[in-house]
C-alpha cells in the first residue's frame, strides 16, 4: 500500500472542494509533505500549490453496560489537506 490510505469524503470538504479547490486524504503518519505531494500528483495527474498536515491522537473511549465498563482507544492518524491548481479538480466517483 501507498503513502495515501484513502480520501476523506465529508460535507465540510465537499464545501471546501468546491469554493477553494482544497481535498483531504488520510495517509500514513510518517510520509511527509514532499511524499504526499508526488504520490497525489502520480496518482491523480494534478499539480499541487500547497499542503498542510495535521497528526491526530487517538482518543480513550469507554463505556458502560450491564457487565461493566469497556474502554478502547481509537487509532491514531495523519490527515492532509491539498490545494490544487484553479483549473484542475480530482473526481473520487468517477467509477462508481
Known amino acids: 500500500m501507498g503513502i495515501l490510505k484513502k480520501p476523506l469524503i ?4 465537499n464545501r471546501l472542494s468546491e469554493k477553494f479547490n482544497q481535498f ?3 495517509v ?6 514532499p ?22 491522537a487517538g482518543k480513550v473511549k469507554s463505556r458502560s453496560t450491564k457487565r461493566g465498563q469497556f474502554t478502547g482507544k ?8 491539498v490545494t490544487l491548481k484553479e483549473d484542475q479538480k ?7
Open 28 to 33: 500514513e503518519k510518517k510520509a511527509s509533505k
Open 90 to 96: 480530482i473526481d473520487f466517483f468517477q467509477n462508481v
Open 35 to 56: 511524499e504526499i505531494i508526488s504520490e497525489i500528483e502520480k496518482i491523480y495527474s494534478v499539480n499541487v500549490t500547497g499542503i498542510s498536515t495535521m497528526v491526530y
Open 24 to 26: 483531504a486524504f488520510i
Open 74 to 81: 481509537r487509532t491514531a492518524f495523519k490527515k492532509a489537506i
Open 10 to 13: 465529508t460535507e465540510k470538504f
